[in-house]
């Protein structure tokens, strides 16, 4: 498993001002206007692109008291390759909460067409609390660092018992072990950091590609520094509700299952599949709820496994993180037909545990911290039972309780709305089939934005639209986006 399946699992600042209803930082905390130098150096790794440099700049730890203890950002970047055709930075937010994008000038980035590498230099960094930024660790249990564990997934009954248990462990640990940082993640001081780095970088604008939840991070800048963005291209959007924020993200599971999931039953069920499940699209779904049903009566030992075990909810976080992309259906398939004849496939590989210890520690402070959570399992047991009911793929899951159910700290800010305001400058484009960021979540924040935003949605399934799970009609108006500024007159369907 990557660290970018990896952040598909462990996802899941004083009070703003308010000035003609922009949400906007303090002056005290803004990043100042003058250009820092930095010192860059040849990035250390595997697989990097040799033109490649690292550097580091310092950002308070609580924007809120500039003048307190600083954190460093590692970021990364790979010039213009046409100096004469320099636009700017093109800085490359991740998803998670969790993921970095200190590779990505070496990876993603060398997708872009030669245009827009011309134009802009391509900068990646690792958020506060990511190694090899000033990183963050909550020490959890091995077992707590399981897939069926970092998301919600109820008992076989749909209790909620053990969930709330996982979280007090999980909450607990994070408070004893994550020292003074990990009161201070989130997605407003992560935009924040973000303004530091482009001061550092001695920009007056930026432009920038965000992707899942880097959607929200890169709406949270658009909206706290609106005048400090150019182009703003925004790849498989979260809904933007600033009373829920990951809730409603965790909640939207239940659709986007309901919206890919049928794509993948008919691949599984096409004559001359070697991997054909059943005969019809509706055997492969009515045969998927079965077998979870009976794993969750009768587990099927997988040793190595964490847990050790092939249960129901094993065999739905399988299906959960196979949707992603339609290159992970046969995962899926193997699965099923592994368990279908008693036996288990093969174990899934897994990142060191540094890593998945670094990631999850990321991925829960931020979500924690971004809103409160109800905190008592009678808060969630309604609305868990009713969607067991009307979604049993995913069982209640979405509807669950997180760390945050037992998070010792209170959110420092309200979660920054989303609004219209600021100059019309951002392209959105969407799958419409996107298990993690359903369509329906990326429409509300293009209302949300208003004339702000032209929003492109691609006739695909699979997260990550732009350069992967996209069409060629996405992929080319992005591109145009970025190379010249210009984007579709309205809102614009890929077919």
Not at 10 to 27: D, Q, R, Y
Not at 122 to 149: E, I
Request: hydrophobic share 40%; net charge positive; glycine share 10%.
């Amino acid at each position: 498993m990557n660290r970018k399946q990896l952040t598909r699992i462990a996802s899941s600042a004083a009070a703003c001002a308010v000035l003609l209803g922009l949400a906007v930082p303090s002056a005290s905390s803004a990043a100042p206007a003058r250009s820092r130098s930095l010192t860059w150096t040849p990035c250390e790794g595997p697989g990097l692109d040799p033109r490649q440099q690292c550097a580091t700049v310092a950002v308070p730890m609580d924007h809120s008291d500039p003048g307190g203890r600083q954190i460093e950002i590692a970021v990364s970047r790979i010039a213009s390759e046409k100096p004469s055709a320099r636009r700017g930075v093109l800085l490359l937010i991740p998803g998670g909460p969790g993921g970095d994008s200190l590779s990505d000038p070496s990876g993603k980035g060398q997708k872009l067409p030669q245009k827009v590498r011309d134009a802009y230099d391509l900068v990646g960094f690792a958020p506060r609390g990511m190694a090899p930024s000033t990183a963050v660790d909550c020490g959890l249990d091995r077992a707590d660092l399981g897939p069926t564990k970092l998301l919600p997934w109820p008992g076989p009954d749909g209790s909620l018992d053990e969930n709330m248990a996982t979280a007090r462990r999980t909450a607990g640990a994070c408070a004893r072990a994550g020292g003074d940082l990990i009161r201070h993640l989130g997605t407003a001081a992560e935009a924040r950091d973000l303004d530091r780095v482009r001061a550092a970088l001695g920009e007056e604008r930026i432009s920038a590609w965000g992707v899942s939840y880097g959607t929200y991070v890169g709406a949270v800048y658009s909206q706290l520094f609106p005048h400090r963005t150019d182009r703003v291209v925004l790849d498989s959007n979260n809904d933007p509700d600033p009373t829920r924020v990951t809730r409603g993200w965790l909640a939207a599971f239940e659709t986007g299952v309901e919206d890919n999931f049928p794509e993948f039953a008919a691949w599984a069920s096409r004559p001359g599949n070697p991997l054909r499940v059943a005969r019809t699209p509706a055997r492969v779904r009515s045969g998927f709820l079965r077998l979870a049903a009976r794993l969750d009566r009768v587990p099927l030992p997988w040793p190595g496994a964490n847990p050790p075990r092939l249960d129901g909810n094993a065999l739905r976080q399988t299906m959960l993180s196979s949707l992603y992309d339609p290159d992970d259906y046969p995962v899926l398939a193997r699965a099923i037909l592994a368990a279908r004849r008693g036996t288990v496939p093969p174990v899934p590989d897994t990142p060191p545990e540094p890593v998945l210890q670094n990631v999850t520690a990321v991925g829960v402070g931020t979500i924690c911290n971004d809103v409160d959570w109800p905190d008592s399992a009678a808060a969630y047991r309604k609305s868990v039972d009713e969607s067991r009911v009307r979604h049993p793929l995913t069982a209640g899951m979405p509807r669950g309780p997180m760390a945050c159910a037992a998070w010792p700290y209170a959110p420092k800010e309200p979660a920054v709305r989303i609004t219209g305001r600021g100059p019309s400058n951002i392209l959105l484009v969407q799958n419409e089939r996107d298990v993690a960021t359903p369509l329906a979540g990326a429409l509300r924040l293009r209302r949300a934005l208003g004339q702000r935003a032209v929003m492109v949605t691609v006739n695909s399934t699979g997260h990550d639209a732009y350069l992967a799970n996209g069409n060629a009609c996405g992929d080319r108006t992005v591109s145009r986006f970025l190379a010249t500024g210009k984007r579709p007159a309205a809102d614009l369907y890929c077919g």
